[in-house]
């Protein structure tokens, strides 16, 4: 059974940077892929990065793309790394894991009916 905790969410103003931190308990190989999704209020979730952890490659969505990075460390933690936000970044911020080989090992296009384990979210407010 995978865990995850979130944390590293708060208030930061626009142009400013955050770092978002998820710890993952339970076996290594049961986390194939990891992600980041959010979700502002009156909104549907949305992918922001994921992480094949195997091959550490790394894949963003468009909105976010040069300016977050993730990456992880000691196969048990992963990072979001957020620069240059701003107010549309607003969002509650969940770390996901999934445990079963993506079909031709790409983590990348991934939705969150695609990841099996899921932390409780941090928040994330960017002011104007």
């Known amino acids: 059974q995978v865990q995850l905790a979130e944390s590293g969410g708060g208030l930061v103003e626009t142009g400013g940077r955050r770092t978002l931190s998820c710890a993952a308990s339970?076996?290594?190989?049961?986390?194939?892929?990891m992600g980041w999704f959010r979700q502002a209020p009156g909104k549907e979730r949305e992918a922001v990065a994921h992480?094949?952890?195997?091959?550490?490659?790394t894949y963003y969505a468009d909105s976010v793309q040069g300016r977050f990075a993730i990456s992880q460390a000691n196969a048990k933690n992963v990072y979001l790394q957020m620069n240059s936000l701003k107010p549309a970044d607003t969002a509650k911020y969940y770390c996901?894991?999934?445990?079963?080989?993506?079909?031709?090992?790409?983590?990348?296009?991934?939705?969150?009916?695609?990841?099996?384990?899921w932390g409780q979210g941090t928040q994330v407010t960017v002011s104007s």
């Open positions: 339970g076996p290594t190989d049961s986390r194939k892929c």
């Open positions: 992480i094949n952890t195997g091959r550490n490659s």
């Open positions: 996901a894991a999934r445990s079963w080989a993506p079909y031709g090992g790409s983590c990348g296009g991934l939705g969150e009916y695609d990841y099996n384990y």
